[in-house]
């Protein structure tokens, strides 16, 4: 039997915590800043986890992380 393959652009974006969640950084914080309220940017600017319903298919495209 064939190894899987990792999703590359998966595996860059997100990262699979100890406790089993996926862990990912918000986008929109590259260009076209100063647009956006100093709140928006502070939000953006820590790390959030992806949904309970959207975790498996994330581990999927991720069988060896």
Avoid at 2 to 19: F, V
Avoid at 29 to 46: A, D, E, P, V
């Amino acid at each position: 039997m064939a190894k899987t393959k990792t999703h590359k652009a998966t595996a860059k974006r997100c990262s699979i915590t100890k406790g089993g969640k996926v862990k990912f950084n918000h986008i929109n914080r590259r260009h076209k800043l100063g647009k956006m309220t100093s709140k928006r940017k502070r939000q953006l600017r820590c790390n959030a986890y992806i949904s309970d319903s959207f975790t498996p298919i994330v581990k999927k495209l991720m069988p060896y992380a």
